[in-house]
């Protein structure tokens, strides 16, 4: 493990208030939030997304098997324990390339027989849908609900992130889901908040991360082609489905994350889902 340089996972971790960071990882996320003051509160409004569509995939959509990306370090509400609520037999196989991940996810999440946690790479050949560990736990032959949070925005365009989600979602199973969240770059919709954005983009690639790239709805609706966007559609965070009325005014940093969930249709199931999924 390289303490001498920040990692995503443990910056991350920091920025919900864990313990699994050293120094070099502190500095990294000060720095951006010297921009971003509630830069805090955005991965905070991350999970809450992710307890959100877990619940929903787990109890409404009846998806009983997920492959979580990019898991990040185990935290307060992981998704075996969001999915289990629903459906205590719901399997859950976590994934991560960062090996403090690995070794803290083996011993916090893997807590019954239905949590796995494997040390693998979203950009591994013929997918992490093919890889042995995963077969081991997951049917590749039934439904899955696939999450990537918070990690596409950490692939750099020359890895062709549109490319690696349509190499997935062809190989996923009729009636899966993918559940996507991804750092956003209003554009042109908002030009203060493009502006923000950018200054942030610098911020996570210039400044020891190397990554954390804000995209535009155009680059986030590529991640889902050939799959249908459940409604909402792709919102900032805190419009899919929020848990209740807002309780304050949204921070302009909380407004620079994007999410959508994407149903790969059975040919039965195509005309309901583009009626209630037509946003
Ligand atoms: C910002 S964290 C998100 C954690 C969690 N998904 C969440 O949303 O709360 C991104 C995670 O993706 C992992 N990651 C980055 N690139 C990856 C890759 N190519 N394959 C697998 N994991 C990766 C990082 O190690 C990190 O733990």
């Known amino acids: 493990m390289d303490t001498t340089r920040p990692s995503i996972a443990r910056v991350y971790d920091y920025s919900l208030g864990g313990k699994d960071n050293y120094d070099v990882d502190r500095a990294a996320f000060e720095q951006i939030q010297q921009i971003a003051p509630a830069q805090g509160d955005v991965s905070r409004m991350n999970r809450r997304w992710l307890h959100r569509v877990v619940r929903y995939l787990a109890g409404p959509a009846g998806i009983d098997q997920f492959l979580d ?54 950009l591994e050949e013929n997918t992490l849908l093919e890889n042995k560990n995963v077969l081991q736990y997951l049917d590749p032959d039934r439904p899955v609900g696939m999450i990537l949070c918070g990690l596409l925005h950490h692939l750099d365009d020359d890895l062709d992130p549109p490319g690696v989600m349509s190499n997935y ?15 956003y770059d209003p554009a042109d919709e908002n030009p203060e908040l493009h502006d923000l954005s ?82």
């Open 169 to 183: 979602i062809s190989r996923l199973p009729a009636g899966s889901y993918v559940a996507i969240t991804n750092f």
């Open 69 to 122: 990306i990019g898991a990040g370090l185990p935290t307060v509400g992981n998704t075996h324990q969001i999915a289990q609520q629903e459906n205590p037999d719901a399997k859950v196989v976590y994934v991560d390339n960062d090996p403090v991940c690995n070794a803290h996810g083996r011993v916090l999440l893997e807590q019954n027989e239905n949590t796995h946690f494997i040390s693998g790479d979203l």
């Open 198 to 279: 950018k200054r942030l983009e610098r911020a996570f690639t210039e400044m020891g991360l190397g990554s954390g790239w804000y995209r535009t709805r155009e680059q986030h609706l590529e991640y889902f082609a050939g799959l249908e966007l459940i409604s909402p559609g792709l919102v900032e965070l805190e419009d899919w489905w929020p848990a209740g009325p807002a309780t304050r005014p949204r921070l302009p940093e909380e407004r620079l994350v994007a999410g959508g969930l994407g149903f790969k249709p059975r040919v039965e199931n195509v005309r309901l889902h583009s009626v209630i999924g037509n946003a």
